[in-house]
């Protein structure tokens, strides 16, 4: 078959298989100028122009180039980037869709909350959260991680029957689904038999509670109501300007590091242009697996069960992608040059907001020190 050797300056209007250079110094072999070579092509030529430099040496597949690049990219963000969360770019190209893809890895690490937020607690009432909050909202733009919330979307076809989060309520709930009891029957379950079922149920309200210290808004459980014999800890929220004056007034706190890394990666998760990589699923799409790290309270048993039941429920049940988020472009229309600068410079910003995330779960104690201790 015969090859072709891209060199810059060739105009796509010269000929319909012209493909758009990459540059003079890089001889690049390929097997066809397809319209899928000339996307690849353009993208590390509209990554260029960002300002990530174009590899040297030789190449024979156009991916290459494109890894290349953007592994230099990686590596003038930070020297260890992506070695405290997990994950794995990667540009796919169809003849329908254009995307960024962050495929899961093996191994991802489990970081402990409750040590550094119960400092920042009593330093500020209202600050450990606003970390936490920070961390929510990272995950909701793609910088997905598994967390307590696992819990409660694993169980939603159970807790969005309860009518109120409490033991007495869930075995009602069970006892509804095993045919023994309507769920309109309000008749409370004796004690015994509770005790009797857990040990052939798992995840009930009292073990969630615990498992988050009583900090239920960790579970992210929307609407579901509270039982007022339910032993739960409210919350204080503060705003980022009270954050601010505490970091400014407490520069040498113990804390203080924490505090201004979750400060960073605000400032760039409400940035105008912060790129959304979350995975939503469409129509007959595959579903999404897989995170950048386990993030628990304290003790992460119930988190990794909890997602360990999930992935399996995943597995049986229909076509999963070991991927936690992706920005995609469709192509059946073609593609501009426009949304390909778009396309490069919202994965810019996505890596960016990685290394951040990445600065500010580093204060966290993690199964992985524990190990090596």
């Not at 076809?157 to 029957?185: H, K, M, N, P």
């Not at 998760?269 to 897989?290: C, H, M, N, Q, T």
């Not at 909890?306 to 991927?323: D, L, P, Q």
Request: some cysteine.
């Amino acid at each position: 078959m015969e090859t072709a050797e891209l060199t810059r300056g060739a105009s796509a209007s010269h000929g319909l298989f012209a493909l758009p250079a990459i540059s003079q110094e890089i001889p690049v072999v390929i097997e066809e100028a397809s319209e899928r070579s000339r996307v690849i092509a353009r993208f590390a030529l509209a990554s260029e122009a960002h300002g990530l430099q174009l590899p040297g040496g030789n190449f024979t597949r156009l991916e290459e180039v494109v890894a290349q690049q953007w592994n230099l990219h990686l590596e003038s963000i930070a020297d260890h980037f992506g070695e405290t969360l997990l994950g794995s770019p990667s540009l796919v190209v169809t003849d329908e869709d254009l995307t960024v893809l962050i495929n899961a890895q093996a191994g991802i690490d489990t970081f402990r909350l409750k040590p550094v937020i119960e400092a920042l607690e009593q330093s500020l009432p209202g600050l450990g959260w606003f970390v936490v909050d920070v961390l929510g909202s990272a995950r909701c733009a793609g910088l997905f991680f598994y967390d307590m919330t696992m819990v409660a979307y694993h169980l939603d076809y159970r807790l969005s029957d309860l009518d109120e989060f409490t033991d007495q309520a869930y075995a009602r709930v069970i006892l509804a689904e095993e045919g023994d009891r309507e769920y309109e029957d309000e008749t409370e379950v004796p004690p015994e038999q509770i005790e009797e079922m857990r040990q052939s149920y798992q995840f009930w309200p009292s073990q969630i509670l615990e498992a988050v210290g009583g900090h239920i808004h960790l579970l992210g459980l929307g609407g579901i109501s509270i039982s007022k014999k339910t032993a739960f800890i409210p919350r204080k929220r503060i705003s980022t300007a009270r954050v601010r004056k505490w970091l400014k007034d407490n520069a040498e706190d113990a804390g203080s590091s924490c505090i201004r890394a979750a400060l960073d990666l605000n400032k760039a998760l409400k940035a105008k242009d912060s790129p959304d990589f979350s995975f939503y699923v469409r129509e007959d799409d595959v579903e999404s697996i897989g995170a950048m790290c386990f993030i628990a309270w304290d003790d992460p048993d119930l988190v990794w069960d909890a997602c360990g039941h999930a992935e399996e429920m995943a597995y049986n049940s229909s076509e999963v992608v070991e991927a936690y988020a992706r920005k995609t472009y469709p192509l059946s229309g073609g593609i501009t040059d426009q949304q390909l600068a778009e396309l490069v410079k919202d994965t810019m910003g996505y890596l960016n907001r990685w290394h951040l995330l990445e600065k500010l779960v580093s204060h966290f104690p993690s199964a992985r020190d524990d190990d090596e201790t």
